[in-house]
């Protein structure tokens, strides 16, 4: 036997045996989707796919995970969150509580939010509200104050955008109460925990009408800000101040605030839109009606954004 074959029967079960452990480490990290082996996710060109907006190669891939490892939970979320993208809402709530079904504790909250930012997309704050509710008490049970807080913030603005204004108070405040009752939050988290809540009683004061009570809580948000303990909360003040004034009815100032903002979120895109619409710019407003359809993300702000965008640029 020559030298050349025997070097070739001995990396060929090399390669084999490689191959191997590598499948099993991937069917694993699908499984369990945290800890070590998340560091290798097999989901990633799922997730790439979807964000690129290649949503029926994502589908594909997604259901060729399943068929793999049935019991990969966090292919069926991945699975209904491109099929909510394509405004497919019942295959993707049957996925994603598949999902829900077959998650381990440590992915439950994250399961039970992607369902509620399922009913998200199709505007059912009421059912949205529900899985929100499983995500907090489960949180809040195992002490993760912060954790809890931020799932009632984020149900909080769920009821907010659908108009439901007093389950949106509410929440809030459980959002605001729960972190401040964690007895380790530093002078920092209040600060931010208060430009937070005064943010939100800004915006839902502004929903209401109420330009001077919105116009109070917006200068509380702001002396929050100028405390200096949360430097990176800044860029969200443009955006708060765009949302008062676009729910006041001054138009050319919520365009001038809001451009100042985060252009990769497709709800200030969309508020951008709206503000050009309603000031008889059709032109402009298509044009960000449009950059909403291209940013493809399954989370709260792409629940607002996606399906009004799709609406209006009729189905684009």
């Given at each position: ?57 994502a589908i594909a891939f997604y259901q060729k995970a399943i068929q793999a490892n049935p019991t990969a939970w966090d292919a069926y979320l991945g699975l209904g969150s491109a099929q909510d993208l394509k405004g497919d809402y019942g295959a993707a709530r049957e996925n994603i509580q598949k999902g829900i079904d077959a998650a381990p504790p440590n992915g439950k909250v994250r399961a039970l939010r992607t369902m509620a930012v399922s009913y998200a997309f199709s505007g059912d704050a ?191």
């Amino acid at each position: 036997m020559t030298p050349a074959m025997k070097l070739t029967r001995l990396v060929i079960p090399i390669v084999i045996l490689a191959f191997s452990f590598n499948s099993f480490a991937l069917a694993q990290a699908a499984q369990q989707g945290a800890g070590p082996a998340a560091a290798v996710n097999p989901l990633t060109p799922g997730q790439k796919l979807a964000s690129e907006g290649k949503l029926d190669e994502a589908i594909a891939f997604y259901q060729k995970a399943i068929q793999a490892n049935p019991t990969a939970w966090d292919a069926y979320l991945g699975l209904g969150s491109a099929q909510d993208l394509k405004g497919d809402y019942g295959a993707a709530r049957e996925n994603i509580q598949k999902g829900i079904d077959a998650a381990p504790p440590n992915g439950k909250v994250r399961a039970l939010r992607t369902m509620a930012v399922s009913y998200a997309f199709s505007g059912d704050a009421t059912h949205a509200g529900r899985y929100e509710e499983q995500a907090y008490k489960l949180q809040f049970d195992a002490n993760d104050l912060s954790g809890a807080a931020g799932t009632a913030d984020e149900a909080a603005r769920i009821f907010l955008e659908n108009g439901d204004l007093d389950n949106a108070q509410q929440w809030y405040a459980k959002g605001h109460s729960t972190a401040l009752s964690d007895a380790k939050l530093s002078a920092a988290d209040k600060d931010l925990w208060t430009f937070r809540w005064e943010s939100a009683q800004a915006r839902i004061a502004a929903r209401r009408g109420n330009k001077a009570e919105a116009q109070q809580h917006l200068l509380a948000a702001k002396a929050a800000l100028d405390k200096g303990s949360n430097p990176e909360q800044a860029q969200f003040l443009p955006y708060l101040e765009g949302y008062v004034a676009f729910y006041g009815g001054d138009y050319p100032t919520a365009i001038s605030d809001l451009e100042k903002a985060n252009q990769k979120d497709p709800f200030i895109l969309v508020l951008i839109a709206q503000a050009y619409e309603k000031s008889g710019d059709q032109k402009n407003a298509m044009d960000y009606y449009h950059k909403v359809l291209n940013i493809y993300s399954h989370n709260p702000t792409g629940a607002f954004a996606r399906p009004l965008a799709q609406k209006k640029a009729g189905g684009a």
